[in-house]
């Protein structure tokens, strides 16, 4: 959910993938891969956003984004959610935006490479039109911006050096260990570090965290499942990924949960960008389909019940009561 500085070049492309289809008993746990359909649109990252698409045209934002067939998204360079491959942008929250966009009117989808940290900011300075970057609905985020309906459920893992030297299972084995934790700047791993007392280290990108580890800066880099196991896919670095696990903070399991973030004025945005989305998250396999190729599975799919009202109302322990059935678990 972070990338380094943002682009300064743009490079058009248009995509294609295969399909294959999977089926996995939905829990908090696990990972898998099976193929998406990767919208054909064309992509791009730039340098430049697009402003404020309601206040340059005087219309909705809607309207305004249907008249000129583009969206601009700010992303944070975190594979596999949204980030370049050989200068195109990708990823399943891409993937899942030319879906629903293209049904709205909207044939392409431009991005901006920006630090995890400046995507809120940047969103409402109106250098892009919408975050793709599966960012977590927090109370906080909740109150600077309009986040949609949850598009993926997350778990934690642990970048560590080969041979988990600490044996790291959890967030409270890493506050035991006393070590020092690599978190993105901004990412709720971070939040969770400091709650537990852990020694922090924050980093800018992914890629800056695999390299704290391998240098001996951290003793293990805290992200995502999901995206750690792409990391460590794509390097020869002496490291590896423990079992993804749900972090809990006294006791509370930590469900987390991620969606699109528009700004609070584009309403009109949010509810067609919604409607779309329901669509796409009640059919298991049109959700694999879009995002399966990306390594995503039916355990990431958000469980019925799961809302971003209930998300920035920020009652956690209350909605992991609520949803354990759905979860599959024992709270």
Known sequence: MTARAPAS??????????????????????SGAVLLLAATAACTSVDGGGGSTSETSGGSALE??????????????????SYEDGGE?????????REIFAELGIDTVEGVNTEFGSLIPGLT???????????????????????SEPEFMYT????????????????QSAADAGITLATMTGAIEGDYARQLGIDN??????????????????DAF???????????????????????????IDGVPQIGAGGTVFRTSDTDLLEAYNEKLAEIVADEDRYLD???????????????GLTTEKLCEGDLDALATELAPELGSDS
């Open 290 to 304: 879009i995002v399966g190729e990306f390594g995503f599975t039916a355990a990431e799919r958000p469980v019925e």
């Open 222 to 248: 805290a992200l995502t499942g999901i995206s750690l196991n792409h990391l460590a896919d794509s390097t020869d670095a002496p490291v590896e990924v423990t079992e993804s696990f749900v972090a809990e």
């Open 9 to 30: 070049a743009a490079t058009k492309g248009t995509m294609t993938s295969t399909r294959t289809t999977a089926t996995r008993h939905r829990a908090l746990l696990g």
């Open 89 to 97: 942008l990708t990823g399943a929250t891409v993937a899942l935006h």
């Open 201 to 218: 280290l924050e980093v800018g990108t992914p890629q800056d965290g695999l390299d704290a580890v391998v240098a001996g800066r951290a």
């Open 156 to 171: 934690t893992a642990f970048m560590t050096p080969e041979g988990n030297p600490d044996g790291l299972t959890d967030m």
């Open 125 to 147: 300075a109106n250098r892009f039109d919408a975050v793709s970057a599966g960012m977590s609905i927090l109370p906080d985020r909740c109150a600077q911006a309009a986040f």
């Open 64 to 81: 305004t984004l249907q008249d000129r067939g583009t969206i601009t998204v700010g992303f944070a360079g975190e594979a596999p959610y």
